[in-house]
């Protein structure tokens, strides 16, 4: 999956911001909403950054974000940003390139972690994002709600004039870019079931954005304990 991540999002990437990105407004409540989570001036390390369309808000509310992601077509984009922050191409699915506890708070936006290579991806990740959070950080995923793929029927994909999603198992869509002739599946399984997939590393739980939206909020393992102490 890692592979089609990257053939995706470099193919899409000069019409990302137009065709796929949420407007300004919206990028900006959600931003901040994910962002009251996290501790003042935080160390923000953004999975996924893209073409770093949230950079700015994080930025205006005094964190300092770092960004990370697998398309070197998307970080091209988002190094001419106006106020640059550090870019790192990398697999955050593998080992992330970073030293233990350098981060105050972990945020994966637009659904990026919707689409694992595998599914015991998630509990690597997991302690993988436990290893570079500081004590009492927080980690924050941006994503799609079960009802929304449920809206979606099996034999019959939505389709609009430069896309298209079909739905292709119980807990799986696939996203085809029409302009690019690439595609990408995402992994969208009850959110019950979210926990166990971050198990044992992170403590999981799901807010509502909205009726297609959902953010999983995690600490590592223990650090509620912890702080108990």
């Avoid at 106020?83 to 593998?94: G, I, N, Q, T």
């Avoid at 079960?146 to 799986?172: C, K, N, Q, Y």
Wanted: hydrophobic content about 50%.
């Amino acid at each position: 999956m890692t592979d089609d991540a990257r053939a995706f999002f470099d193919a899409i990437a000069r019409r990302y911001d137009r065709a796929y990105a949420p407007d300004s407004r919206s990028t900006r409540e959600r931003v901040a909403k994910v962002a009251s989570f996290f501790s003042p001036r935080a160390r923000v390390l953004d999975l996924g950054v893209g073409t770093g369309r949230e950079l700015s808000v994080l930025q205006d509310l005094g964190f300092r974000p770092t960004g990370v992601d697998v398309s070197p077509a998307m970080l091209a984009l988002c190094a001419r940003r106006a106020r640059p922050v550090p870019l790192v191409e990398a697999d955050f699915w593998s080992a992330l390139p970073f030293d233990a506890a350098a981060f105050d708070a972990v945020l994966a936006l637009h659904g990026t972690l919707a689409h694992p290579p595998r599914l015991d991806a998630y509990a690597a990740l997991g302690a993988e994002v436990a290893r570079v959070l500081a004590p009492h950080g927080a980690f924050v995923a941006e994503l799609p709600a079960r009802a929304w793929l449920e809206r979606i029927p099996m034999d019959t994909p939505l389709e609009a004039h430069d896309r298209r999603v079909r739905r292709v198992s119980r807990d799986e869509c696939v996203y085809d870019d029409l302009v690019t002739g690439t595609s990408i599946t995402a992994f969208i399984p009850e959110e019950s079931r979210w926990a166990a997939l971050f198990s044992p590393a992170m403590d999981v739980r799901i807010e509502r954005l909205d009726a297609d939206t959902i953010l999983l909020v995690g600490r590592a393992a223990g650090a509620h304990a912890a702080a108990a102490k």
